[in-house]
């Protein structure tokens, strides 16, 4: 089993930034490729930005390219949102989610664990 923890969500004005994060336990062998999707009130989840164990393969949803940046500090066990010129319609439940196989996928049905999600507001 591995287990997901996200932090860093919070409050943050229209331009701003936050940095959210994912820290992974347990079978962290496991999470060769991490997600992050977020979930607005009444809308779908969404992918948001995925990357590969190494690093070397990273995904962004059209509408955060150039803003968002994914990362990741295996030795940690950790990966990294980093969220910048942030709008309102970025305001969701930020959820990061692992699966155990090496291909980098955008749909929430190829990841097999999932974190509980932290909050994002932005405001105008």
């Known amino acids: 089993q591995v287990q997901l923890v996200e932090s860093g969500g919070g409050l943050v004005q229209a331009g701003g930034s936050l940095r959210v994060s994912c820290a992974a336990s347990?079978?962290?062998?496991?999470?060769?490729?991490v997600g992050w999707f977020r979930q607005a009130p009444g809308k779908e989840r969404e992918f948001v930005a995925a990357i590969s164990r190494s690093g070397g393969n990273i995904y962004y949803a059209d509408s955060v390219k150039g803003r968002f940046t994914i990362s990741r500090d295996n030795a940690k066990n950790t990966v990294y949102l980093q969220m910048n010129s942030l709008k309102p319609e970025d305001t969701a439940v930020y959820y990061c989610a692992a699966r155990g196989g090496p291909s980098v996928v955008t749909g929430p049905t190829g990841y097999d664990y999932w974190g509980q999600g932290t909050q994002v507001t932005v405001s105008s």
């Open positions: 347990g079978r962290t062998r496991s999470t060769y490729t």
